[in-house]
C-alpha cells in the first residue's frame, strides 16, 4: 500500500487559514469516510484532531476542520495560531483492513 | 483516564527479535469497541501503522511487515505486546502504542512512544 500524498510544508501567518490536502486513491479515501486526521508536535506523540472526515473530538479547537471530495480529504485550520506549528499527519482505513498514512505535512506559523 | 505505556528495549542488535510491550491502565483491554494497535516513526520520517489486534485475537498487519510480526494480549495484565523479527536498522524507529476505535477507524489514545535502535 503506498502512502497517502500530502505537501511536505504549508505555512502562514497568524489569523489567517491553511488547507492541507491528503490524496489516496478509491481503495482508502474514496472508498471510506474512515478519514482522520493527527497533529504531532516536534519530539511528542501525535493527537487526534479530526476523524470521520469532520468530527471534532471532545477538546479540540473549532478552528480545525475536515473536508473529502472523490479521493481527497483536506484539513483546513482557521485563526492560525503560533501553538499550531507541528507535523501533520492524514489516514485512512482502507479496502485491505489497514491504514494508510500520509507522508506528513509541516505548518510554519511566519 | 486511559493511558498507554511502552516498554522494553532501546537497543536491539540487527537480526534479532525486537519486542515491545504495551500497559494500557485506567480502561480494560478487553472492551469490544477497540483494537488495540502499534504503529512507528524512523527518525526524521512519517508515521507506518505495524499492525492492530482484538482482545479476543483477530489481528490484522501491514502487509510490508505481515511476514516479521506478531501482535498479541496478555489480558491478565491488561497488555499487548509487538514482536518483530530480522530486524535492520531500517527498523530503528520510535514505536508507538494506541487505541484504535473499531467502528469508524481512529486512533484515538496513544502512548508516549518509545525508541527503539537497531546496532550492533
Known amino acids: 500500500q503506498s502512502a497517502l500524498t500530502q505537501p511536505a510544508s504549508v505555512s502562514g501567518s497568524p489569523g489567517q487559514s491553511i488547507t492541507i490536502s491528503c490524496t489516496g486513491t478509491?481503495?482508502?479515501?474514496?472508498?471510506?469516510?474512515?478519514v482522520s486526521w493527527y497533529q504531532q508536535p516536534p519530539g511528542k506523540a501525535p493527537k487526534l484532531i479530526i476523524y470521520?472526515?469532520?468530527k471534532r473530538p471532545s477538546g479540540v479547537s473549532n478552528r480545525f476542520s475536515g473536508s473529502k471530495s472523490g479521493n481527497t480529504a483536506s484539513l483546513t485550520i482557521s485563526g492560525l495560531q503560533p501553538e499550531d506549528e507541528a507535523d501533520y499527519y492524514c489516514?485512512?482505513?482502507?479496502?485491505?483492513?489497514?491504514?494508510?498514512f500520509g507522508a506528513g505535512t509541516k505548518v510554519t506559523v511566519l | 483516564q486511559l493511558q498507554l505505556q511502552e516498554s522494553g528495549p532501546g537497543l536491539v542488535k540487527p537480526s534479532e527479535t525486537l519486542s515491545l510491550t504495551c500497559t494500557v491502565s485506567?480502561?480494560?483491554?478487553?472492551?469490544?469497541?477497540?483494537?488495540w494497535g502499534w504503529i512507528r516513526q524512523p527518525p526524521g520520517k512519517g508515521l507506518e501503522w505495524i499492525g492492530s489486534?482484538?482482545?479476543?485475537?483477530?489481528?490484522y498487519y501491514n502487509p510490508s511487515l505481515k511476514s516479521r510480526v506478531t501482535i498479541s494480549v496478555d489480558m491478565s495484565k491488561n497488555q499487548f505486546s509487538l514482536k518483530l523479527t530480522s530486524v535492520t536498522a531500517a527498523d530503528t524507529a520510535v514505536y508507538y502504542c494506541?487505541?484504535?476505535?473499531?467502528?469508524?477507524?481512529?486512533?484515538?489514545?496513544w502512548g508516549k512512544g518509545t525508541t527503539v535502535t537497531v546496532s550492533s
Open positions: 494506541a487505541r484504535e476505535e473499531r467502528f469508524l477507524y481512529y486512533m484515538d489514545v
Open positions: 485506567g480502561g480494560s483491554i478487553g472492551s469490544s469497541n477497540y483494537y
Open positions: 489486534m482484538f482482545y479476543s485475537g483477530n489481528t
Open positions: 478509491s481503495s482508502d479515501i474514496g472508498g471510506f469516510n474512515y
Open positions: 470521520f472526515v469532520t
Open positions: 489516514t485512512s482505513y482502507t479496502s485491505s483492513i489497514t491504514y494508510v
